[in-house]
Nanobody, 110 residues
Framework: QVRLVESGGGLVQPGGSLRLSCAAS????????VNWYRQAPGKQREMVAM?????NTNYADSAKDRFTISRDNKMAYLQMNNLKPEDTAVYLC??????WGQGTQVTVSS
């Protein structure tokens, strides 16, 4: 059974940084596409960052030059720098466009 558990969210001031983690069990995530999505209240869920099995990455325009996705066999990470209030959302880990974690809340506010 595949399980994904996110952690690392919290309250941070604008300009700050957070590192989100996604712990996987029951699957080797390196063998699959790994995505980070986010969902803000009243907005559609959007893909923030993805990494392919080959290590190719892609980012939403809003995340380029600020966010970095990485992963190993069992963990995925999202390093977020220079955070802005509009980054406030629940961040979710997704593997293979099939499995989802429960999400972790990120709030950017002074």
């Amino acid at each position: 059974q595949v399980r994904l558990v996110e952690s690392g969210g919290g309250l941070v001031q604008p300009g700050g940084s957070l590192r989100l983690s996604c712990a996987a069990s029951g699957i080797i995530i390196r063998s699959h596409v790994v995505n980070w999505y986010r969902q803000a209240p009243g907005k559609q869920r959007e893909m923030v960052a993805m990494v392919t099995p080959a290590g190719n990455t892609n980012y939403a325009d809003s995340a380029k030059d600020r966010f970095t996705i990485s992963r190993d066999n069992k963990m995925a990470y999202l390093q977020m720098n220079n955070l802005k209030p509009e980054d406030t959302a629940v961040y979710l880990c997704n593997v293979a466009n099939i499995w989802w974690g429960q999400g972790t809340q990120v709030t950017v506010s002074s």
